[in-house]
């Protein structure tokens, strides 16, 4: 994890490409990618940026949210595993936790439960822990 966004700038070579071209670049081959295989790990990538804060605004600014979200109702578990693996990174901030909410986060997260898969349902458990407050605790 990087302490600031300065700090990351600053570790950016200046021929290199900045966080969000290459996050943009990410979701792009996500969206576009034929390969199963591709993306599973272009996703998993996907969520492993969102694990640090720094990435938020980015995430957010990408719709990377919604990504996530749709992926919890593909049929690959490794695709559902990554995604609400994502979302469990992100779902402490007020602001993504509000956007998940909004966008019938609760029930996808929700339908994680009952997959074969113990990563994806251990992530679903974490991730409605964080989504519980007083507006989704019903």
Do not use: H, W
């Not at 990087?2 to 021929?15: H, I, K, Q």
């Not at 969000?20 to 790990?41: D, N």
């Not at 949210?65 to 490794?78: G, K, V």
């Amino acid at each position: 994890m990087f302490s600031s966004r300065e700090r990351l700038e600053n570790r950016t070579p200046s021929e290199g490409v900045g966080r969000l071209q290459y996050l943009q670049a990410l979701v792009t081959e996500f969206q576009q990618t034929e390969s199963e295989e591709c993306r599973e790990q272009v996703l998993a990538n996907l969520s492993n940026f969102a694990y640090d804060p720094i990435n938020y605004d980015y995430l957010r600014q990408l719709n990377v949210i919604d990504l996530f979200l749709d992926t919890l109702t593909e049929p690959n578990e490794r695709l559902v595993e990554f995604g609400i693996g994502g979302l469990c990174n992100l779902a402490l901030d007020k602001e993504n936790k509000a956007l998940i909410l909004q966008n019938d986060g609760v029930s996808l997260v929700k339908d994680c439960l009952s997959s074969p898969n113990e990563e994806t349902v251990l992530s679903a458990i974490t991730t409605l822990m964080y989504l519980t407050t007083p507006a989704s605790k019903s």
